[in-house]
């Protein structure tokens, strides 16, 4: 089950056509320490592409220049065909780059729905009267995006509990659900399966499959049967620097690759 | 009264599980409220004296909300509110004794000028956070301080006075409102009244506003309402103008009815002794920090002359500390939510603390 299948051909020679995201010489720096060193690469627009490497390969800090949490030192990232590697998250965010967290990271005293709903919100309001003269449930949209949300992520049974008191694998969809609710074009997920038993990580990964059906999907993944099974695409960090891009059987069976997991210690 | 009815408006709204103040809360200020209306002749049919200090309390309650919208909802701790709060009041000193006292221009113009001041703090103030966003916000609220106390306007402008530097200005008239005069202390209680419990109304609208839930989120989780799409510095500075706004209305009522405005009102105590009151009261819930400053300014004019009222203070700072650590509110919703607890509650706090105090 590869999901529907992105040619090498495309991959190759004329993926700059079909690419939501690329980078181009991406470095980033932090103090000494070479995070990005120079990576170009490109995220075709669809499907799932699958950011693999060893620990310290710089796959978070891509994640974080990505999101705006981090200005590159060099380098140039488009989405979209624009520029985009001096803009705020927030604004990010409202372009359409979205990202989910590793570490469940959202509202705790708040509700399922209420988390969701904010989320939601952010796309409908601005700085105008009624955004601050209103009750903010007397708007039915934000709400209505938040239960479809939280229905294609199976939590609309427990809406309206507080997040805190949910179990670990609802928080995990709750924080993907949070995501989703931006309406991204490109989901960022940051190890969406860590931590988690064999049958929450099924539930996941189809998922991950089901939000690819109309999202692009780029994921950092440690689990390589996982990462063999849904990606449409590898692209495969080292040391900050990228070691290949291509099809999963590519780079399966490309030398460089397994010789940096080997002198990496491999994966968690 | 339009801010009673603007109190009982919002109900079943709670449909996503989350707002300030549920149903019975609302009738409850409602009460309070009215209560309040009814003793302010009654006190002042015993002493006149008492509507005195019922306009100082009110005055310091709205005060004390409008911190609480910051540091309690928005989760910033000014350390500066004496700024905004003197800004409103000499606003308040100079218009009425130099242009009009009408209330209806110059009362606008004191949450004019606390929006004003409390934008341009906040805008030079949110790129830090916590304590030091604290520290800024204290060190430009001395800075007005010293501006006001050496009369710096005047120098600049080549006048005489405006400020009137470390006397400050004395003698100011009370307002006037469409031919009435407030000049009466009951007349000036039921308009600090009035303005009090539509303020309140306001600011429990805003915070459930699509704005206020966005500022709640900042307090609850800062790095992902920025993931989720919200400007959070643009945010932060607008919740913290609103709040001076607030101030400087607190300002604006407390002057006239002083007839002083001196340097005082800026000073960093107003501010320090405001955040003792939010925390006193209970942060966070709008209506407890009110409760806080009404209790502080009470004791502090009936037992003031009694010992040393730090001392007091500070021991019933100590006490809330330890026993009701979410303030007088907190105390009360646990009192309400499990009575027979109430006990065990306190004797748990004691033995935490003990324990806290030997490790």
Same mark, same amino acid.
């Given at each position: 089950?590869?999901?529907? %299948? ?16 690329? %980078? ?40 974080? %220049? ?11 990232? #488009? ?11 927030? #604004? ?106 064999? #049958? ?8 991950? #499959? ?5 999202? %692009? ?52 | ?359």
């Amino acid at each position: 089950m590869s999901g529907n %299948t992105i040619g090498g051909a495309e991959t190759d020679a004329d993926a700059s056509s079909g690419a939501i995201l690329r %980078t181009e010489g991406l470095t980033k720096r932090f103090g000494p320490l070479t995070a990005l060193d120079d990576v170009s690469l490109e995220i075709p627009d669809g499907g799932i592409t699958a950011i693999i490497g060893p620990n310290g390969a710089g796959k978070t800090t891509l994640f974080n %220049t990505f999101t705006g949490k981090h200005a590159p030192t060099e380098g140039r990232i #488009e989405f979209d065909g624009e520029q985009i590697s001096d803009v705020e998250p927030h #604004e990010v965010v409202r372009r359409g780059i979205v990202r989910s967290f590793q570490i469940t990271n959202f509202f705790s005293a708040l509700t399922a729905l209420e988390n969701v709903r904010l989320a939601a919100q952010a796309r409908y309001t601005g700085f105008g009267p009624s955004d601050f003269l209103t009750h903010h449930a007397s708007h039915d949209e934000p709400i209505a995006d938040a239960e479809r949300v939280l229905e294609r992520v199976g939590l609309d049974d427990v809406a309206t509990e507080t997040a805190s008191s949910l179990a670990y694998g609802q928080r995990r969809h709750l924080e993907v659900a949070i995501a989703l609710a931006s309406e991204p074009r490109l989901l960022l997920m940051d190890e969406p399966t860590a931590g988690m038993s064999p #049958e929450e990580t099924n539930e996941t990964v189809e998922l991950i #499959e089901d939000i690819a059906s109309d999202t %692009t999907v780029v994921i950092i993944e440690h689990d390589m049967d996982i990462v063999m099974d849904i990606s449409d695409q590898i692209a495969v960090l080292n040391e900050g620097k990228l070691l290949t891009q291509g099809v999963p059987s590519e780079v399966q069976s490309d030398e460089r690759v397994q010789e940096a997991y080997l002198r990496g210690g491999g994966h968690e | 009264m339009m801010p009673v009815f603007e109190l009982l408006r919002d109900d079943d709204k709670a449909r996503t599980g989350n707002q300030i103040l549920s149903r019975p809360g609302r009738i409850l200020l409602v009460v309070g409220i009215l209560g309040l209306a009814a003793a302010g002749p009654i006190a002042g049919s015993i002493q006149p004296f008492w509507v005195n200090l019922l306009v100082r309390m009110l005055a310091f309650a709205l005060l004390a909300l409008s911190l609480d919208f910051v540091f309690g909802y928005a989760g910033l701790l000014s350390f500066g509110h004496a700024a905004m709060y003197g800004a409103g009041g000499y606003t308040a000193a100079l218009l009425v004794g130099q242009v009009t006292p009408n209330a209806l221009v110059v009362l606008p113009a004191s949450v004019l000028v606390g929006v004003v001041v409390a934008a341009l703090i906040g805008w030079l103030s949110v790129r830090a956070r916590g304590i030091y966003f604290a520290m800024l916000t204290l060190a430009f609220a001395q800075l007005l301080y010293v501006v006001v106390f050496t009369d710096l306007p005047a120098t600049v402008a080549g006048v005489e006075t405006v400020t009137g530097g470390d006397n400050g200005l004395y003698g100011i008239g009370s307002y006037e409102l469409a031919g009435i005069g407030f000049g009466d202390p009951l007349a000036y209680y039921f308009l600090t009244l009035a303005l009090v419990a539509l303020s309140l109304a306001g600011l429990i609208r805003l915070a459930n506003s699509p704005f206020g839930r966005v500022v709640q989120g900042i307090r609850e989780n800062e790095e992902r309402i920025e993931f989720i799409g919200y400007d959070v510095q643009r945010y932060k500075v607008i919740a913290f103008a609103i709040s001076g706004g607030f101030a400087g209305l607190a300002g604006g009522l407390y002057v006239p009815f002083q007839s002083v405005a001196n340097p005082g009102l800026l000073h960093w105590t107003v501010s320090g002794e405001l955040v003792v009151m939010v925390l006193l009261g209970g942060m966070g819930t709008l209506w407890g920090p009110m409760v806080g400053a009404g209790l502080v300014v009470f004791l502090e004019d009936r037992l003031g002359g009694v010992a040393s009222w730090e001392v007091i203070l500070g021991t019933l700072f100590v006490l809330v500390v330890i026993f009701a650590p979410r303030g007088i509110a907190g105390a009360l919703i646990s009192l309400r939510d499990d009575p027979s607890g109430a006990v065990d509650n306190v004797k748990q706090a004691l033995k935490n603390y003990v324990r806290e105090v030997r490790d």
